[in-house]
Each structure stands twice: as structure tokens, then as C-alpha cells.
């Protein structure tokens, strides 16, 4: 037969995880300086840029009319 677990205590551990994975978040986003936070936000700024330079237009309306 299988290995008996407590429901109880495998929740209880798998939320200690989970809380402990967004308080590591919570720490790289807040643990940075302000110039830090700026100059990751100017990156993906120019990315969005990028990418959004390099996207197809599409139209609504068909060529066949």
C-alpha cells in the first residue's frame, strides 16, 4: 500500500512554499535602488518598442471587395 499523508499538513506546507516563492519576489523587487528600477523600466520600454516596430499590421477589411 501506498504511504498515508496528513491532507492537513501537506496544505499547510505546500502554502509555506508558495508564500515563501513570493516573499523571494517581493524581496528582488523591493531589495533594488530607485536608479535600478528606472533603468530596468526604460530596458523593457525600448523592448516593447522593438517589438511593437517590428509587428504586422492587420486589417479588418479584405483585399477581395
Known amino acids: 500500500m501506498g504511504d498515508i499523508i496528513n491532507l492537513r499538513r501537506a496544505r499547510k506546507a505546500k502554502q509555506r512554499d508558495d508564500e515563501a516563492r513570493a516573499a523571494d519576489a517581493a524581496r528582488l523587487t523591493s531589495g533594488r535602488t530607485k536608479a535600478e528600477k528606472q533603468h530596468v523600466k526604460a530596458l523593457r520600454t525600448l523592448d516593447e518598442r522593438h517589438i511593437e516596430g517590428h509587428r504586422r499590421e ?8
Open 58 to 65: 492587420t486589417s479588418d477589411r479584405r483585399s477581395d471587395d
